[in-house]
């Protein structure tokens, strides 16, 4: 398999496979995720989610260099999500992509820095902080977790396993929280005992990210 | 030459609502209007925000001046944030604007229109909540410009505001645009401070100018005279605008406790619980403790199916089946097994489980829609019962504690007002409401005494002994002696009527009751009752903000014909306006609206309504085998008389007659009944106009009564007129429940008496002991009165 590497980098085919890994556990949980949102939102977030993650799946047949793709996947995200997943979602990948270089090769500090630019492109786009009950409670928690791995030396299969463990948690705690961002914080405390189907999302996209690289 | 216009871009999950906003912010332009782009919703129609549209519509926006950006909510925030980054370098001028979504568009657009800069226009939308926070009490004042500047005006003039309205948005564009023509520097000035430049619409509508307020316009520069003419003449003429479907204010609540529903009773407090609210948030529950909790779950929901099932066998046969059948959804493995799965995987306690799972399986039922989603209240019946339970509290709502009691809660749905037992229920206490809100009207049809407005209600404990007077509006906590001197204590038991009416000579006169719904038919039918002499189906509807359907009105007159089976019930069509407002048939303001449009007269601008009314009545009349007689109120000429039998038999009515309230439909009682069938009298209404005393009128006791030789000699004239056509003449008025009136109307002509079923059998035995004979002489002897008490000792002279 083209995407097995012995140094330990990610390779564009590895990243490309996670976007598939991604796109099939929000296709597989689209009903799931929508009822999540039907509870504190607008009844959107899976079959937005599966709307756009169908659009980018459709474009990364012939993936070039890991900028482009990935500038290109945040784009697409933006135009044909429709909610605020859109955005966030797409500044994410937008970010991420910016760290990647031009070549098919990604090294794990390169991942790492890039996922860290990702995630404060979520945080300044969408003002929230950790508490406010939104992605963001899943993704910090496996950015810091990823870095966290890679510097002590750890393989990027142990690291993002980490990191979808973590946001794993991340998304647990959400349903104790108090909604203060999007939709949710309308409810206010009767947003309380709904996990969020943000963080719920994002934990997906770092168990996508583990997937992929397990046994790299 | 013609200066470049800044752009308005509109971000909107809904392409509609986005549309619409558009639609409204272009009424108030005058000119050209700005370039205005909008990026709202999703290629595929869905709701939903694209960055990537957001960022061409501000492009297509841009024609030099620069953009601002009103957005709607959540992603639209981020779409346009994101349109902003993706434009980078190419991007034009631009604000994206953090105002409210449609009074931003709205005084962006007239501000841009009027050729302001991007920093203007940006500052307009920015504070264009300010006139709605001070309309509503939470803003500042009017932002005046610095008073220490060297103004001076060559021009000025003054005027007084004659719009209803104010100087409401529509108005405030009007006077920017106009302004902005001039070549002159404009600033409106209100009389109670307050000072602004005339082109800004935000600006004058911060002077909360009202009706009757004056303004002084103000002008400098080379047009000033015309600027100031112009503008003045704008106010004067109202702004082209006296909204002829403004709606009526509501009726404010009164200062202090008012009386609405006359009666004086003392009684123990019973409050109504406030609705239910989600339960408190509780830890999570522990896995070893689950099993248990379900249990605690399935206990609750065992006594709540055997309290509906309890309550099923006290209960009359249609409401026996009701309960029963909620019994069985109580107990539907739907419910139990979702909140059980909700407490296994998420940890919920027993009431949060059973809260969300009840409020999922009655979401269902409402998607599912029609019948179905009628139960869904009683699934929201359900789930308040087991919380309670489980929580250990009251029941919300009206709970029959078991003896008598004074009701006491904040205000009263109609529907629990309408489900109220008069047996049980001796006076309603509320803390809010007016003497036209839906309890005093229900209160008073049910002649369950009343006091609302009463502010410090709340704070009396339940159990307190309190002494209400529904006329006074007293309301006073542990009553002494002399306070209850004359007060009821208990509810006086219902009398059913032993015999049809008949006066001691055996001629019949029917006996019929007032009813406004299935309920105090099937109450009426208790009592005996011959029949309903007026069904107000006007009752069914006071909570509906929109038109019944057809359907659910045959469904509510069914239930009333139904109580009736093949006997006489006058159905009459929906009497709105006056004391009896409804949402869905917005009355024009009037000072006086007794005088006003009510009745039949409002189907001069909304006949189809009447039409459809009815059809459903028809329906229902076919469905039920129950032939309603039908009737208008508020009939005044013949020629409406007419109109409304020709309409009734068009639609299918068999029998078709009107109400004689006003003077004039008495004198003219021979005109009307050749065009009907029958007609009712309806002697409230009939006092009123006739002695030119409001019904709610204070004070004036001996001018609103039926007794007065002005008011008998009408009902003689009405009289007359049915003998000699042949044609019944009924009375369903409160006149009709006196026993010393009684005689004197059947004396003066009438056929039929129509009244609360408790006073049925105290009629009836007032006509048992006179003859016809008797009635007549009776009658003759009050028409000769000239006083009211007069008539009345005149009266008891012939009938000795």
């Known amino acids: 398999m083209g995407r097995v590497n012995t140094n330990q980098s990610a390779s564009v085919a590895t990243l490309v496979e996670w976007l598939h890994q991604f796109g099939s556990l929000v296709e597989q949980n689209k009903g799931y995720l929508t009822d999540l949102d039907s509870a504190i939102g607008d009844a959107d977030h899976g079959s937005n989610m599966a709307r756009g993650m169908t659009a980018v799946l459709n474009q990364v047949a012939d993936p070039g260099a890991a900028d482009a793709l990935f500038k290109k996947v945040g784009m697409t995200l933006v135009s044909s999500v429709g909610g605020a997943s859109g955005p966030l979602y797409g500044t994410f990948f937008m970010r991420f992509a910016t760290g990647l270089g031009d070549g098919t090769e990604v090294t794990p500090e390169a991942l790492v820095s890039s996922l860290r630019a990702g995630l404060d492109g979520v945080i300044s786009r969408g003002k929230a902080e950790l508490g406010d009950k939104t992605m963001v409670d899943a993704m910090t928690p496996a950015v810091v977790a990823i870095e966290g791995s890679v510097a002590s030396g750890e393989s990027l299969a142990d690291a993002t396993r980490a990191g979808a463990e973590a946001a794993r948690r991340g998304r647990e705690s959400t349903i104790a929280m108090v909604a203060r961002k999007g939709r949710a914080s309308y409810l206010g405390e009767r947003s309380k005992g709904h996990q969020d189907p943000g963080a719920t999302s994002t934990t997906y996209l770092f168990e996508a990210l583990a997937a992929s690289l397990d046994g790299v | 030459m013609t200066v470049a216009l800044v752009g308005v871009v509109v971000v909107s999950h809904s392409r509609r609502l986005a549309d619409a906003a558009v639609e409204l912010a272009m009424q108030m332009v005058h000119g050209d209007p700005p370039p205005i782009r909008i990026a709202a919703g999703m290629p595929d129609g869905g709701l939903g925000t694209d960055a990537t549209a957001v960022m061409e519509a501000i492009t297509a926006a841009d024609a030099g001046a620069g953009v601002v950006v009103l ?240 309550r099923a066998e006290l209960s009359a046969p249609q409401a026996a089946d009701i309960l029963q059948a909620t ?230 007159y069914s239930e009333v014909l139904g109580a009736f089976p093949g006997a006489h019930v006058v159905v009459r069509t929906l009497d709105a306006g006056s004391d009896k407002p409804m949402a869905f048939l917005p009355m024009p303001e009037e000072p006086n609206p007794a005088l006003g449009v009510r009745g039949y007269r409002t189907s001069r601008t909304h006949q189809p309504m009447l039409e459809r009314q009815l059809d459903a009545i028809v329906t229902a009349s076919t469905a039920s085998g129950t032939d309603g007689w039908v009737m208008a109120p508020m009939i005044s000429t013949a020629a409406e008389a007419h109109d409304f039998a020709a309409l009734a038999r068009s639609r299918g009515v068999t029998t078709v007659g009107v109400m004689i309230e006003t003077p004039s439909a008495a004198l003219q009682a021979a005109d009307i009944l050749s065009e009907v069938d029958f007609v009712s009298i309806g002697t409230n209404d009939l006092t009123q106009y006739c002695m030119g005393v409001d019904r709610q009128a204070v004070g004036l006791g001996d001018l609103q009564d039926p007794w007065q030789p002005g008011v008998l000699r009408l009902l003689k004239i009405i009289g007359d007129a049915g003998r000699a056509s042949g044609k019944p003449v009924g009375v369903c008025g409160e006149a009709a429940a006196d026993p010393t009136l009684a005689p004197v109307l059947i004396g003066l002509g009438v056929s039929s008496l129509s009244m609360s079923p408790r006073s049925l059998q105290s009629v009836a035995e007032a006509l048992s002991e006179v003859t016809v004979e008797q009635c007549r002489a009776a009658a003759d002897a009050a028409v000769a009165a000239t006083t009211a008490s007069g008539a009345r000792d005149a009266v008891r002279a012939a009938l000795a």
């Open chain 2, 327 to 556: 019994a069985t959804l109580a107990g539907d493995s739907t419910l139990v097994d979702a909140a059980a799965g909700l407490i296994r995987a998420r940890g919920m306690d027993a009431p949060n489980a059973f809260w969300q799972a009840a409020n999922h399986v009655a979401q269902s039922m409402t998607d599912v829609g029609g019948m179905v989603a009628e139960r869904a209240v009683d699934l929201a019946d359900i789930r308040d019962r087991v919380v309670s339970h489980l929580l250990g509290i009251p029941m919300p709502g009206v709970v029959d504690p078991g003896h008598p009691f004074i009701l006491v809660a904040r205000d009263l749905a109609p529907s629990e007002t309408a489900t109220l037992d008069g047996n049980t229920c001796l006076a309603i206490v509320t803390a809010e409401g007016g003497p036209t809100s839906h309890t005093s009207i229900l209160a008073r049809s049910m002649g369950i005494p009343a006091v609302v407005g009463c502010s410090r209600a709340l704070d009396i404990a339940d159990g307190t002994v309190v002494l209400v007077d529904g006329r006074t509006g007293e309301v006073i906590e542990d009553p002494d002696e002399d306070q209850r001197a004359g007060a009821r204590t208990s509810r006086a038991p219902l009398r059913p009527l032993e015999a049809p009416g008949r006066t001691a000579d055996g001629t019949p006169v029917s006996l019929l009751a007032n009813v406004g719904s299935g309920g105090n038919a099937t109450f009426a039918a208790r009592a005996n009752a011959e029949g309903i002499g007026l069904f107000r189906t006007e009752f069914c509807f006071l909570d509906r903000a929109v038109e019944p359907s057809v359907s659910d009105q045959v469904q509510a």
């Open chain 2, 71 to 310: 957005v709607d909510l959540g992603s639209a925030v981020l779409s346009a944030e994101m349109a902003v980054e993706l434009l980078d370098d190419s991007a034009p001028d631009l604000r994206v604007v953090p105002a409210p979504f449609v009074e931003g568009l709205l005084a962006a657009t007239v501000r841009a229109a009027s050729g302001a800069t991007l920093d203007e226009v940006a500052l307009e939308a920015a504070r264009s909540l300010t006139p709605k926070l001070q309309a509503l009490g939470a803003g500042p004042g009017p932002e005046s410009v610095d008073t220490d500047d060297d103004w001076h005006a060559d021009s000025f003039d003054e005027a007084t505001l004659p719009n209803p309205a104010g100087l409401h948005a529509r108005p405030a564009a009007t006077v920017a645009s106009e302004a902005a023509k001039y070549d002159a520097e404009v600033r409106l000035i209100h009389h109670r401070g307050g000072s602004v430049p005339a082109t800004t619409p935000i600006g004058l509508a911060t002077l909360n100018a009202r009706m009757g307020d004056d303004l002084r316009v103000e002008a400098r520069g080379p047009q000033a005279a015309e600027a100031v003419a112009a503008i003045i003449a704008m106010i004067r003429g109202g702004f082209g605008e006296i909204d002829p479907n403004a709606q009526p204010p509501a009726a404010p609540a009164p200062a202090q406790p008012l009386g609405v529903s006359a009666g004086r009773v003392v009684g123990q407090v019973h409050k109504l619980t406030e609705p239910m609210t989600a339960p408190p948030e509780h830890d999570r529950v522990p896995a070893n403790a689950v099993d248990a909790e379900i249990a605690t779950l399935g206990g609750a929901l065992s006594a709540v199916i055997d309290e509906y099932r309890r």
